[in-house]
């Protein structure tokens, strides 16, 4: 079965495969242009990008190639996935052709397992791969360039893009054998994208976070920055919540409810009343409610791998777990 399952889809492993790998040399090469601009250019410059008026050079094209490219495949990567898992499953049912491999093939599974191993797991590593070449670019020496966290980066590091493949490819696959192709396929999409916004909700929960004590003017004026390498590597740090506590550390509630602040709109007295509009104002109102102190909960770089392994797990756990309704509906068809 595994023999006919590549001759059915290996136009599609291949040419997946190349198209992956030419987007890892355009990012590997790209790498190595920025990497040279940036060390002709000394001190923290923005990264550079393609305009026609103002940036014409190679390094401006690396720049641009790898913005569009990061943003646009940490999330369509895994829509691929799930479009190419629900068609595995959901065409050959439409067809009916299913019914001829089942008679063809020592037991039904081994259709579904021929699959997996033939379609799916190339695929998956082939997407990790590819996410791991995008690691090896990611160039620290531009100011403005976000931690590992931050999400475009995050997806693209190699094993959880292989894992979000796996899994967006398998909610796919089973999908296909429940619904015809014409639902299927939008029925996979959406699946993927609210699984993908569920894990990525517990995300900042998979390893106990750090935290840190803020003054409450930081709530108006933001935290100083100095330039110590300690400071420079907390825009390093996955800030994901701040917190008003009292003395006792206990969250005393939203700063927007108990003292609105103003953005510069509110302009008669009634409106300037119900608002403050500076900071000691704000320090004051806190204070009056009880605030003490802002509590930062924040991951900090150091977490990047706990955090990329326990995801990677989850969405692993998850495509495997997918296999019991797969079999189970097999064995009804």
Same mark, same amino acid.
């Given at each position: 079965m595994i023999k006919t399952t590549w001759r059915q889809y290996r136009t599609?492993?291949?040419?997946?495969?190349?198209?992956?790998?030419?987007?890892?040399?355009?990012a590997l090469a790209s790498n190595q242009v920025l990497r040279s601009y940036s060390a002709d250019t000394p001190g923290p410059t923005p990264m550079p990008r393609y305009d026609v008026d103002r940036c014409t050079e190679i390094a401006c094209i690396a720049g641009s190639y790898m913005g569009i490219t990061s943003a646009l495949l940490s999330g369509l990567v895994f829509l691929f996935g799930a479009l190419v898992g629900a068609t595995l499953t959901a065409r050959p049912r439409d067809t009916e052709t299913h019914i001829l491999a089942f008679t063809q093939s020592s037991s039904r599974w081994s259709w579904m397992s021929s699959r997996v191993l033939v379609v799916v797991l190339p695929l998956s590593?082939?997407? /990790?791969?590819? /996410?791991?070449? #995008?690691?090896?670019?990611?160039?620290?020496?531009?100011? /403005?360039?976000? /931690? @590992? &966290?931050? #999400?475009?980066?995050?997806v693209l590091w190699g094993p959880v893009t292989a894992a979000m493949m796996f899994a967006s490819m398998m909610v796919g696959a089973v999908l296909g054998l429940f619904l015809k192709s014409t639902y299927a396929v939008p029925a996979a999409l959406v699946a993927v994208i609210l699984g993908g916004m569920i894990v990525g909700g517990f995300r900042s929960e998979l390893?106990?976070?750090?935290?840190?004590? !803020?003054?409450?003017?930081t709530l108006w004026t933001g935290t100083g920055?100095?330039?110590?390498? !300690?400071?420079?590597?907390? #825009? @390093?740090?996955w800030e994901f919540r701040r917190a008003i506590e009292d003395f006792n550390g206990d969250p005393i509630g939203d700063q927007a409810v108990l003292c609105p602040r103003s953005y510069g709109s509110q302009s008669i007295e009634v409106d300037r009343q119900r608002f403050v509009t500076s900071s000691d104002e704000l320090v004051s109102c806190l204070e009056e409610n009880g605030a003490h102190q802002v509590t930062v909960y924040y991951h900090p770089? !150091?977490?990047?791998?706990?955090?990329? &392994?326990?995801?990677?797990m989850l969405y692993l756990l998850a495509g495997l777990?997918?296999?019991?309704?797969?079999?189970?509906?097999?064995?009804?068809?």
């Open positions: 599609l492993v291949v040419l997946t495969g190349v198209a992956f790998a030419a987007l890892a040399v355009g590593i082939a997407a /990790g791969l590819l /996410g791991a070449a #995008y690691a090896t670019t990611r160039t620290p020496e531009f100011a /403005g360039v976000p /931690g @590992r &966290f931050s #999400y475009d980066i995050y390893t106990p976070p750090e935290t840190r004590a !803020e003054a409450l003017h920055i100095d330039d110590s390498p !300690e400071s420079f590597a907390r #825009y @390093r740090d770089d !150091e977490h990047f791998w706990t955090v990329q &392994f326990r995801e990677s777990a997918l296999l019991i309704p797969a079999r189970l509906r097999i064995s009804r068809l």
